[in-house]
């Protein structure tokens, strides 16, 4: 899932600025999840504004809603009515979220109430760790499931490197060394050999370095445009 | 301040008390059946248990004016 954080209440302020009227838009998946910008979140930011503009003298009328994913159009269209009463929206969603309510709603000035950080998962409760770096090709049936481009610091393919020390990271003592735990899942799974294939340099055009990526399938879209 | 003024500000005060039913609140209800007098400025809202209380419930109760909120359990 996509985790995020949320800002603290003094930067929201910050962005939501002089406007009179706001609407808080909370997102029902990935960051409900991560409690980051859910309806509980969105909730308390809500309330939290409110009390705290009534305490600085230019109370502001917050309120708030939550759709299931920011990032479809079609949930997006159930708080149209919402939004064009309000002077600005603060979105809990994702970056995605954020950019999907200024797509679809032009006329409005959204401003991100949370930081996006990373993909993914909750290793315990009220733990995240990074999991995929959407590099676009994915190479786990080669690591044993453990992706050195997402969890390795140097997003290395043939390691470990010289920094790795019993087990940990040189950046960080916290970190496990991603190669570390490939060798120690293949030789678990007695399939070491694996590790004998060296990996030529990554091609990073399916990664960022191509640019703004997209995928369009033909066998979905509704309309296909002409040539 | 005197004791008089003291009286007339507590008597003017708004406390939410959100109490677990298991030992706040009977404890509530037993000094109640002992005719031990508590501040009418409390309000007991009775929880199942105080770890069913939400930080938006303590906000809740602080945006709708309460001078204080009171966790007991």
């Given at each position: 899932m996509i985790i995020a954080e949320q800002k603290s209440l003094e930067e929201l302020k910050s962005l939501v600025g002089t406007a009179e009227k706001v609407l808080v838009v909370g997102c029902g998946t990935c960051v409900t999840v991560c409690f980051a910008g859910g309806a509980r979140e969105a909730a308390i930011t809500s309330a939290s504004l409110r009390m705290s503009s009534k305490l600085d003298g230019s109370p502001k009328q917050v309120s708030d809603v939550t759709v299931?994913?920011?990032?479809e159009w079609e949930y997006l269209d159930q708080i149209a009515e919402q939004v064009g009463q309000v002077d600005i929206v603060l979105s809990l969603g994702c970056g995605i979220g954020v950019q999907a309510i200024a797509e679809h709603f032009p006329q409005v000035w959204v401003v991100p109430?949370?930081?996006?950080?990373?993909l993914g998962l909750p290793t315990e409760q009220g733990v995240w760790a990074e999991r995929c770096a959407a590099c676009g090709d994915c190479i786990l049936g080669l690591t044993g499931g453990i992706c050195p481009i997402a969890r390795c610091s140097k997003s290395?393919?043939?390691?470990?490197?010289?920094?790795?020390e019993a087990g940990h990271c040189e950046v960080s003592p916290d970190i496990p060394c991603a190669w570390q735990l490939i060798y120690d899942r293949l030789t678990s799974l007695g399939?070491?050999?694996?590790?004998?294939d060296l990996q030529p340099p990554k091609n990073w055009r399916t990664s960022r370095d191509g640019g703004p990526r997209q995928i369009v399938r033909e066998d979905l879209r509704l309309h296909i445009e002409e040539d | 301040m005197d004791h008089q003024a003291e009286e007339f500000q507590v008597s003017q005060m708004q406390i939410v008390a959100y109490c677990c039913e298991h030992c706040a609140y009977a404890a509530a209800d037993l000094a109640g059946g002992l005719r031990i007098p508590y501040p009418s400025a409390i309000k007991v809202v009775q929880l199942?248990?105080?770890?069913?209380?939400d930080v938006l419930m303590v906000l809740q109760a602080l945006e709708a004016g309460v001078d204080g909120v009171m966790v007991a359990g």
């Open positions: 299931q994913r920011q990032c109430g949370l930081n996006t950080k990373f290395l393919l043939n390691g470990p490197c010289g920094g790795s399939r070491l050999n694996v590790l004998l | 199942p248990c105080t770890g069913k209380l």
